[in-house]
C-alpha cells in the first residue's frame, strides 16, 4: 500500500458566505481552494467522518479528486482491477513534479459494507475516500460491523447526493446516478477535469482545560474495549485536574416511538406496547441485547443498569464536592473503577449474561467500597430520581440523558465529544495508549493551549520490531503489507510505476479491448441491470434482479414470501413479536409474548389481583394481599393450619379454642403454667399440692419401721424359695415326661423287632422238619409224615426269644 501523508495545516480556509470548520455540525469540511470558476467556486460542504480510519484534528487532507474506473466498484463489493485505474496511473506516471500527488478515491455508496469499499481504495494507494450517498438524505456516520477487523489507516467521508452530483459533473462524469450507473459516461485522463480537494476537521476549542464526554451503555462491547484501554489515562489526566469528563448513557426516548401510551384491560390493568424492553411507563427504552425478545436480557435490565450507572457518578460528583468543602475525601474516579469491574465481571466482558443483574452490579460497588457507602447510596440515589420498574413513573436522571442525546445529535454508542466536538475514528485506543494510537487522546490534547499540555500528551511508546507469522508477509518480507507479484512476476505495490509495465493488453498488441472486468478479450460484459458478470454464465441475464424481475435494489423477499421494499408498511407483517415469520404470537397486555390462543392468554404475567406483577400473590388463606403484607396468612392456626381453630392459650400451648380445658392445659394444681419439673406441683399422698423438693411432702405417711423392714424382707426372701422350689418341680414333670416318651419309643422299637424275629423262625421251623424227616428215612421211599406243630421241641425259657 503506498503510505502517504496528509498535509496537515492550522491554516483554515475562510471563504465568504460558508461555514468554518468550527461552525460545522459534523466537524469536517469538504472544500476546493484551488477551484476559481464553475459550480464549485467558493464551495464548501459539511461531510460526515467514518467511525474508524485516520482523522487529523486541526489539519486537512488535499488530494487530487478521481473517480473509481467500473461501474462494479459503483454497484456491488468491489474489486476496482489492480492497476487498471487510468487516473491512478495518469496521477503516478504523469504528476511528478506537481505540488499535490496524492489522491481522493470517489466511490459510491450502495449494497456493501463501507469498511469494505474504503479498504479496497486503501489498496489501490489512495490517501482518502469519499464515499457519495445513493439517495437524499442527511449526513451520518459510517460504521463498521462489529465483527470487523480494522485494517483502515486512511480517512473517508461521507457526501450527500446532491453534493456529488456536482461534483461529478464538474470533473466530467455525466448522467451519474448510482442506481443506473450503466447511463453514467465517464471521461478519460485526457478529458477529466482534474480537481484538487480538502478535507478539513475541526479543532476543539482551545483552553487549559479539556470538557470531553464518553456515551456508552452497559452493553457497549466497543465503548468496553475503550474503557478498558483508556481508564488509566483518564484517571491520570482527572487526578491532575487537567480534565473534566462526564459520562453518559445512551437511551432511547420512549414517547417517540408510542412505547408509553398504555392499553387498559378489563381488570384495570395497564399494558405497554414496547413491553420489557422499556421502563419506567414505557418512558426510556434500549435495544433487546440479543435482538430476542424471547430469551437472555432485556431491554429493562440495559437502562436499569446504565441508571446504576449514572447513580455511581452521582456519588463521585458527590465525593469532589464533598472532598472541596472538608467532608470527604476527593475521589472521583470511582466510576471508572466501577465499570471495568462491572464489563469484566457482569457486563459483555463476562462469559455470559446470567451476572447482568443488580446482584453483581451490587457486589461490585462493595468490592470498591466495602463500608458498602457506594452500594448505599446508589439504591437510594435509583429510589430518589424515580425508579427504574417497568411501571414507575418519570426519571429525573434518565430524562436528562434522553434530553441531552437528542441535543448533542448522540445517535450510536460509542461516541466520544471534546470540547462539545464529536470525535470520529478509531476509539478503542489499543494500549500503549498514546496520541498517535488514540484519537480521542490527539483531540484531548488538542484542546489544551500550546505549553499546557498535561504529560500523558507527550507519552512516546519504546520502538518495537513488528513480527508476524511468514503467512502475514506478503511477497517482499513486508509485515501484513500490500505488496502483490504482478504479471510480469513483479513484487511491487499496486501502485507502482513498475506495475505491470512489461505486458501490454493481453501481452500482445492485438488490439483487444478489456472487457468491463479489466480483462484484455475477456468475456465480461455489463447485463441489462449494470453489472458486469461473465456472459457465459447462466445467470449473466438475470444476475441483480429483483423479487419482481426488474433491477429495482429496493425490492426483497422478505421473510413473508412478499416482494416489498423494506420500508413498505407491509414489509415482515407476518411476522410476530417472537420474531418469527407466521407464529402468529403478539404481545399480551404484560409485555409477554404468547400465541393468542395460548390458555390464560390475557392472564398470564398478572397476579391475583389481574394486574401485570408479581407483588401480590394468594397466601395460604386463599387470600389476595401483597407480599409484603403483615395480614398475609392470617388465617392459619397455631398448628399450621388453616382456619383449624387451635390458638396459643397462657401457657403457650396449642389447643383448640373448642377444647373444654383449653384454659387449663399446662398448669399445675395451683393454676401456674409451669416452666420445668421441678417448678411444678403436685398433689401428693395427703391431698396436698405441693413441690415434690418441699419438706411438707407426704408428711401424713407413717414412718415404716426397723422390724417391719426386717419382716418384709424375710417374707421377700421366702416368696424367692417358693418361687425357685415351682420352677423345680415344673423343670422335674417335664424331664419325667421326656423319659417316658423315650421308654416308651424304646418298648415299641423292641417289640417290633420281635415280632420280625418271630415270623421268620417260624417259616424257618416248618422247612427244617420236612428236610430232616428226608434224610432219615432209610428206606427213602417211605410216604412222608406231615409234622405237626406239636411236634416241635419246647425250648427253655433262658433260650426264648
Known sequence: MKTLLPILSSTL?????????????????????????????NKSWEVSPAQFGYHAYGGSLEGVVIPAANSTFHKQCPREPEGLNPFIHYINDWFVGEAVTDYILMVDRLDCYFVDKIEVAQSLGASGVIICDWKSESLFTMWMPSDWKDDVDIPAVLLQKEHCETLYDHIGVTNWDPQNIENAQWPDEETIKWTTATIEWGLPHEDDRVEWQLWTSSNDMLGSEFKHNFNTTAIKLDLAGDTLFAPHMYILNGSHWGCDSPSVNSTGGQHFP??????????????????????????????????????????????????????????????????VLWDENCGVLADSTDNFSLEC???????????????????QCVADSGGSGYQDGPNTLLSGETSLRSTSSIYAVPMVRVNEFTIHGNIDCAPPVTKASCEVLAAICAGFLEGTEPEVCHLTPAPTTVTCESADEDCSGECYGSHLVDECDQCLLVSSHEWNACIGCNGQADNAQFDCEGTCGGHYAVNDCGYCKDQRLPSFADFGKDCNGGCNMTLKEDRCGQCVAESDQRWDDCVGCDNVANSGKVFNECGY???PDTDGFDT?????????GDLYTFDECDECKAVDDDTRNDCLGCDGRPNSGYERNDCDECISVNDANFADYGKDCKGQCASSVQETHYVDECGTCLLPSDERWNQCVPEVTAEGGDLEKKESELTTIIVIVCVVAFLIVIAAAIIIGALKKRQDAIKERFDSLASTYHHMDSTSNVNFAAMNDPSNGRKKKKRTKDAVEDHSDDERL
Do not use: H
Request: charged share 25%; with cysteine.
Open 361 to 379: 452490579s451490587m457486589e461490585q460497588m462493595d468490592a470498591l467500597k466495602p463500608d458498602q457507602s457506594l452500594s448505599q447510596y446508589v439504591t
Open 593 to 595: 409474548c404468547l400465541s
Open 13 to 41: 480556509f475562510i471563504k465568504a458566505n460558508t461555514k468554518t470548520v468550527e461552525e460545522s455540525d459534523t466537524g469536517a469540511l469538504l472544500s476546493f481552494p484551488t477551484v476559481t470558476d464553475g459550480a464549485l467556486y
Open 604 to 612: 398470564v404475567g398478572k397476579d391475583c389481583r389481574g394486574k401485570c
Open 274 to 339: 414496547c413491553g420489557r424492553q422499556c421502563t419506567n411507563g414505557g418512558r426510556y427504552c434500549s435495544v433487546d441485547p440479543e435482538f430476542d425478545l424471547e430469551i437472555g436480557l432485556d431491554g429493562l435490565d440495559v437502562i436499569q443498569e446504565n441508571l446504576r450507572s449514572l447513580c455511581v457518578w452521582e456519588y463521585d460528583k458527590a465525593n469532589a464536592a464533598g472532598a472541596a468543602e472538608g467532608d470527604f475525601e476527593g475521589d472521583d474516579v470511582v466510576w471508572w473503577d466501577y465499570a
